[in-house]
């Protein structure tokens, strides 16, 4: 869980060591994006990192400071809010600036309603459950990315 620059550089220092340890060879490394710290971040992160993966299920928590399995605050976890899209949109945007992929982990991209909103924001990889592989693979093959581009936009909004 990167929060800081000083995060992220201790995890490559410690990767780089481990690496020489063991005489490997090198690995693309890849930092999660699952606190409103390192989505503000992104920019500075992608310029070292090989490649981003939005963890959703923290970085919804911790955008809305709410415990997720707690029914006393269930109501504040919203996966489509403007908040969350827009946090989506920025390391998305980060990656693309410096030509990293961006995938995306968690209930949220499993879910089949918010499909066509995720595309749109332009991610093309999702980490998922396998057993809504095949039911995520049909919705995908029935979407046209240009509309999701505007339903992406109006979800913003």
């Known amino acids: 869980m990167v929060a800081s620059l000083e995060d992220w550089v201790l995890c490559l220092t410690l990767v780089e060591r481990i690496r020489k340890e063991t005489r490997l060879p090198s690995?693309?490394?890849?930092?999660?994006?699952e606190v409103?710290?390192?989505?503000?971040?992104?920019?500075?992160l992608a310029q070292t990192a090989d490649f981003f993966s939005i963890g959703t299920n923290d970085l919804i928590q911790y955008l809305f400071?709410?415990?997720?399995?707690?029914p006393a605050v269930?109501?504040?976890?919203?996966?489509?809010?403007?908040?969350?899209?827009?946090?989506i949109k920025q390391t998305m945007a980060a990656g693309n600036s410096h030509h990293i992929l961006v995938s995306l982990c968690g209930?949220?991209?499993?879910?089949?309603?918010?499909?066509?909103?995720?595309?749109?924001?332009?991610?093309r990889t999702f980490s998922?459950?396998?057993?809504?592989i095949e039911e995520l693979k049909?919705?995908?093959?029935?979407?046209?990315?240009?509309?999701?581009?505007?339903?992406?936009?109006?979800a913003m909004k």
């Open 65 to 70: 400071a709410v415990d997720r399995t707690s």
């Open 138 to 154: 049909n919705r995908i093959q029935g979407l046209d990315t240009r509309n999701c581009l505007l339903t992406a936009e109006s």
């Open 74 to 87: 269930a109501n504040y976890y919203q996966p489509l809010n403007p908040a969350v899209l827009e946090a």
């Open 27 to 33: 690995v693309p490394v890849g930092c999660m994006i």
């Open 128 to 132: 998922v459950d396998p057993s809504r």
């Open 36 to 44: 409103p710290a390192a989505v503000y971040l992104a920019d500075t």
């Open 107 to 123: 209930e949220m991209g499993g879910d089949p309603a918010n499909l066509e909103i995720l595309l749109g924001l332009g991610l």
